[in-house]
């Protein structure tokens, strides 16, 4: 498969080599065509993995990850060109985090709206699939804890989409759990936060959520 990037972060870095782990082609993309960032992943990931602008990336995928600045994302959506994305899967893994007052960040987008929601709204004709936004990049792929795998939580409004994104869930480890259409997006990005609390008030970024059932 051919798995296009948006986004040259942790998280960009993180599911690109567990993309070309499992034998996918995967191009990063940024705002230059030569970001430095993607070229040093690049090279180390090997003949798989190659760099581009995101309208690259956008057009080579035939599932794109979103991984951008979650206050950037309408940006980085208009350079990656909504036509490049027209009847594919996106996996949005974004946080709309506001570090303007400082640490901890507050949510940017709250109420009836959210990040995921306003990523679908901007690509009206894309499948768009909120997952990877509640866990550290550390554990993305293949999560080992002492409790078992992880679960993963993801929603979205297309059917197939979701079932593409749970193969990819699967091949990653994780157990899942679809709560619903993308508006759940509004306590996907909650349940980050949340995340991100634990960790300032422990001191410690070793965590995962898992939802147990009997
Ligand atoms: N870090 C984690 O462990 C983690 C875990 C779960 C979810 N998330 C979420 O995943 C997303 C990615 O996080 P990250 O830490 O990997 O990276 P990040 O630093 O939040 O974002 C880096 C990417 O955002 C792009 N960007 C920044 N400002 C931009 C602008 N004004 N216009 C367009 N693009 C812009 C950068 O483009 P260039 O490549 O051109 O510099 C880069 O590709 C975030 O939304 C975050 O909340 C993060």
Redesign the pocket.
């Known amino acids: 498969m051919r798995v296009g990037i948006?986004?040259?972060?942790?998280?960009?870095k993180a599911l690109g080599k567990g993309f070309v782990t499992l034998g996918d082609d995967v191009k990063m993309g940024?705002?230059?065509a030569k970001?430095e960032?993607?070229l040093a992943w690049a090279r180390e990931m090997g003949a798989k993995a190659s760099v581009g602008t995101f309208a690259e990336a956008a057009a080579f995928g035939e599932i794109v990850v979103l991984?951008?600045?979650?206050v950037?994302n309408e940006?980085?959506l208009k350079?990656a060109g909504p036509e490049n994305l027209r009847g594919k899967v996106v996996i949005d893994?974004?946080?709309p985090?506001d570090f303007t007052a400082g640490v901890p960040p507050k949510l940017a987008v709250t109420g009836n709206d959210s990040g995921g929601e306003r990523v679908q709204r901007l690509l009206l004709d894309a499948h768009v699939v909120k997952a990877?936004?509640t866990?550290?990049?550390a554990f993305m792929f293949r999560p080992s804890f002492p409790g078992g795998p992880p679960d993963m939580f993801f929603c979205g409004n297309n059917d197939d989409a979701k079932q593409k994104v749970v193969a990819i869930l699967r091949d990653f480890g994780w157990g899942i759990v679809d709560v619903g259409g993308i508006e759940s997006s509004r306590y996907l990005e909650a349940m980050?936060m949340v995340w991100v609390l634990s960790g300032i008030h422990t001191n410690s970024w070793t965590h995962a959520f898992k939802l147990l059932k009997k």
């Not at 948006?6 to 960009?12: F, I, N, Q, R, S």
């Not at 991984?67 to 979650?70: I, Q, S």
């Open positions: 948006l986004g040259t972060g942790d998280v960009g940024s705002r230059e970001n960032k993607a991984a951008t600045l979650g950037a940006s980085a350079l893994t974004t946080n985090l990877f936004n866990v550290g990049n980050c």
